[in-house]
């Protein structure tokens, strides 16, 4: 386990080597948290996906995908790290927890271990993961659960969730009556049921989340003040011609349950310099904070790294535009 105090690390040296009181108003700008890490805050290594939870020690933690160099796209991704902090400014790398080759019904080449996520409940952390079955990767996707004891080490992959649609990025949400849901999509598809109180049986069928606008991937759910939020990575491009430079942006839509239906409100996050996105959002001391990547480390698009920005919610309800420190 090593600590960092993650300065920038030139290209250079890299190349060797997915509750605390509640900011309702849009005019609060007092921060319990007085600065953070410089973005990229995890600068060793390449990661993206970041899923942020805080758990009962006071910890926040990320648990991110990993972009092997040379990068092949996303097929080469293998390996999931967990970070945490408890200042947002000094950051542990607790190590690999995950990979490939300890997934029993796994594709048998590897790869393909793309955005994960984690959850918590009467004791045990369930780690949620996407990963295909067989060789033909496209359409043999399956969400894949490991368990522990612990938040940051000595996962064990129990099996998968039977009954859902092989879409990638799990997002799975306890709700404060402690009911589980979880969600999944891609390619413009999302979809979310409830699960079991064992947390790796579906509760029911899988449901389409209705009243999105233009949704690609990365569903991620967070509570506010009584609503719930489903943030999402759209489907923007270059080929927009609508005078935004670059790709993916995050949107979000609101609902008063969980599973919708969905009153679109817009983009809260502009595309970074990354072929893609994938966010998460979190209430860490007082603030909440929206979780995501770029590729400022390596300029390559499949050669990320995890960044994290201030966010917050105006008087209305709605989510201010997140502003990215560069």
């Known amino acids: 386990m090593k600590t960092y105090s993650y300065l920038i690390l030139t290209l250079a040296a890299l190349t060797l080597s997915c509750q605390s009181p509640k900011r309702t108003s849009s005019t609060e700008e007092q921060a319990t948290i007085d600065s953070m890490a410089p973005n990229p805050f995890i600068t060793h290594m390449y990661t993206a996906d970041p899923s942020a939870h805080v758990w009962a020690d006071g910890r926040l933690y990320v648990y991110a995908s990993h972009d092997i160099a040379p990068p092949?796209?996303?097929?080469?991704?293998?390996?999931?790290?967990?970070?945490?902090?408890?200042d947002m400014v000094n950051w542990t790398d607790h190590g690999e927890i995950l990979n490939s080759?300890?997934?029993?019904?796994?594709?048998?080449?590897?790869?393909?271990?793309?955005?994960?996520?984690?959850?918590?409940?009467?004791?045990?952390?369930?780690y949620y993961f996407p990963h295909p079955s067989d060789t033909e990767w496209n359409n043999s996707w399956k969400i894949g659960v490991a368990t522990s004891k612990h938040p940051a080490s000595?996962?064990?992959v129990q099996g998968y969730i039977e009954g859902m649609s092989p879409l990638i990025d799990p997002c799975v949400f306890v709700d404060d009556d402690g009911k589980p849901y979880i969600y999944n999509g891609g390619g413009g598809i999302c979809k979310g049921g409830k699960l079991k109180d064992n947390m790796v049986e579906l509760d029911g069928e899988m449901q389409d989340m209705v009243g999105l606008e233009d949704f690609h991937e990365a569903a991620w759910i967070h509570k506010h003040n009584g609503k719930y939020y489903l943030s999402y990575s759209d489907n923007h491009d270059e080929n927009w011609n609508d005078g935004v430079k670059g790709d993916n942006r995050m949107r979000y839509a609101i609902s008063?349950?969980?599973?919708?239906?969905?009153?679109?409100?817009?983009?809260?996050?502009?595309p970074t310099d990354s072929y893609t996105n994938h966010g998460s959002i979190v209430q860490?001391?007082?603030?909440?904070?929206?979780?995501y990547h770029n590729s400022a480390l390596s300029n390559h698009d499949w050669l990320r790294s995890i960044c994290v920005d201030r966010l917050y919610h105006n008087e209305d309800g709605t989510i201010r535009m997140v502003e990215q420190r560069k």
Not at 72 to 86: A, E, I, K, P
Not at 256 to 270: N, T
Not at 284 to 291: C, L, R, V
């Open 72 to 86: 092949r796209g996303c097929d080469l991704m293998d390996r999931y790290h967990v970070f945490s902090t408890d």
């Open 154 to 156: 000595d996962f064990t």
């Open 284 to 291: 860490y001391k007082g603030e909440w904070f929206a979780f």
């Open 101 to 126: 080759s300890q997934v029993p019904w796994g594709r048998k080449e590897g790869g393909f271990m793309w955005a994960p996520d984690c959850a918590y409940k009467d004791g045990t952390y369930y």
């Open 256 to 270: 008063d349950s969980p599973l919708g239906p969905w009153k679109s409100m817009g983009i809260y996050m502009e």
